[in-house]
């Protein structure tokens, strides 16, 4: 098959698990991202960023080839903060989130809470022509709770200098549960100006081509889960061809003993590591057996989580 060309696949933020050091490793071992997002970066009372977001996308921090930083913002001096810090880094690209759907969230107004007001995303949009050198993206949903919201906004998006829309087919009310509306994303491909990316249960290189196929203006697909899934998701995509289970699982434990070990560096504690290592596997390899999953997530030493993180690829080796 020939290798899929101009067509990119980006690696959607995921909270407390795509940081620097997954990202950094990612990029190293496997190929066909063509960008990282960071998890969003938002400001705390008094105006000040969290010192964990701004370690997160220092530059001397991260090796990914292209990193784009996401930033939360529910105000347009909140947003103007955090283009001028990104831009005072160095950074020439940024991307906006306007699609979190956790409640804490969306209720202030931030996220996806922000898609039932259209006065309030122009308004954050107008920002960004205070900022000529930033390349800026919007990472969006359908809407909060109705999915004409989306092109309710398909004005004030058109007009702005936004270098790329992200779409997650899904309203902010369904969180990452239910099913997606590929409609209502047809409906919003149709008017919308800008490059447009596709967002929403992508976990197999079968749901890539899917959504390449169904919607063929778009620019490409960005994956969370499902990359979490399968790190080589990407790589298997672009190469047009599956990893042979057998080094799909090698690679695999690679990956993952790497970053067992990376972790083990920077965390204090056999606590702090288990509990990172086992959030992980909330998206790893979720074909596992049930019953070995749950093994790894009642571990409370790392003797017992190595263990069963051995009984995994174990029963994955006679499962080929």
């Known amino acids: 098959m ?16 795509t940081d620097a050091v997954y990202r950094n490793l990612h990029a190293s071992m496997f190929q066909g991202v063509k960008a990282y997002y960071t998890p969003f970066i938002r400001l705390e009372q008094g105006n000040t960023f ?16 292209r990193l784009v930083p996401q930033v ?18 160095g950074y ?47 990472k969006m949903r359908l809407g909060w709770q109705d999915a004409g919201e989306c092109l309710a906004l398909l004005p004030a998006l058109n007009a702005a200098p936004l270098s790329a829309v992200v779409l997650h087919a899904r309203l902010g009310v369904q969180g990452y549960k239910g099913e997606t509306d590929p409609e209502a994303f047809g409906a919003f491909l149709q ?19 899917a959504a390449r196929e169904r919607f063929p203006g778009i620019r490409g697909v960005m994956i969370g889960r499902g990359l979490l ?10 190469a047009g061809q599956s990893l042979a289970p057998e080094e799909r699982q090698r690679r695999f434990r690679d990956f993952h003993d790497s970053l067992l070990a990376a972790y083990a560096d920077r965390l204090q ?18 074909w596992t057996d049930r019953k070995l999953l749950k093994r790894i997530h009642k571990c409370s030493k790392m003797s017992a989580y190595r263990e069963a993180v051995n009984a995994v690829f174990a029963a994955e080796r006679e499962r080929e």
């Open 2 to 17: 020939e290798k899929e060309q101009d067509f990119e696949i980006h690696f959607a933020p995921v909270q407390g698990q």
């Open 50 to 65: 969290r010192p964990k977001d701004l370690r997160d996308c220092a530059p001397e921090h991260n090796t990914v080839p």
């Open 72 to 89: 939360l913002g529910g105000e347009p001096e909140e947003l103007r903060l955090a283009l001028g810090m990104l831009q005072g880094m």
């Open 92 to 138: 020439r690209e940024a991307d906006i989130n306007m699609g979190c759907p956790f409640p804490m969230i969306a209720r202030r107004g931030k996220g996806a809470g922000l898609l039932s007001e259209p006065e309030r995303v122009q308004a954050l949009l107008e920002v960004l022509k205070e900022f000529p050198e930033m390349r800026c993206s919007v």
């Open 191 to 209: 008017g919308c100006a800008h490059p447009l990316y596709y967002n929403g249960d992508v976990r197999t290189t079968e749901d890539i081509r």
């Open 229 to 238: 899934a399968n790190p080589a998701l990407a790589e298997e995509f672009e």
């Open 269 to 286: 504690g056999d606590a702090h590591l288990l509990k990172k290592m086992q959030g992980f596997w909330e998206e790893f390899m979720p």
